[in-house]
């Protein structure tokens, strides 16, 4: 089975690329506040509401661990272990995961985990609640673990075989036309 390397979004390493808002929300490279989202079909599947997924501004606790949103993710800690992966900001990584996650495990207290495989013996996961004051899912924090976190736990959804490899195949075509020619 290949892995797919964690560094395939184009330009994603570009620490120079602002990171906007609107509001309360972090916006994606393109400008919008949805990051992904768990569609109609993904959603009768594991029973839960469909949505988009956003990512908040969010807060962190400077005494603790506890914390949501993109100052949760990118306390010290955590940018240093995405940044060692390759992701310049929270954005970044959590679009990598949102935009097409391979799995989705139930969570604690009616959360999502979207699981994202990848490389060096590593899975990025994001932690998804439903939003109070909508109808789409938060991104309450996300991070990288080691590949067997999951191992005895059956995904409420999973993406197939061909999704993935179809993935790859884009992921890799758009990483050649964006090289320079020799």
């Not at 959360?111 to 990025?124: D, M, P, Q, W």
Request: proline share 3%.
């Amino acid at each position: 089975m290949q892995t797919r390397a964690f560094r395939h979004i184009e330009g994603m390493n570009s620490g120079s690329d602002p990171v906007r808002h609107d509001g309360e929300y972090v916006l994606t490279r393109d400008g919008s506040r949805d990051f992904g989202e768990i569609s109609a079909e993904i959603a009768r599947e594991i029973r839960r509401q469909a949505g988009k997924i956003r990512l908040r501004i969010g807060a962190q606790d400077v005494n603790s661990e506890r914390g949501y949103g993109e100052r949760h993710i990118e306390r010290p800690k955590r940018v240093k272990e995405i940044k060692l992966l390759g992701f310049a900001r929270a954005r970044d990584f959590v679009a990598y995961i949102a935009e097409a996650y391979d799995a989705i495990y139930e969570g604690n207290s009616g959360s999502l985990i979207l699981y994202k495989e990848g490389a060096r013996h590593t899975e990025a996961v994001c932690r998804l609640e439903p939003s109070e004051d909508g109808d789409f899912w938060d991104v309450k924090t996300a991070y990288i673990t080691r590949k067997d976190s999951k191992r005895n736990k059956k995904p409420l959804w999973e993406r197939s075989q061909s999704g993935r490899n179809s993935e790859l195949v884009r992921a890799q075509t758009k990483q050649r036309a964006a090289s320079p020619q020799r």
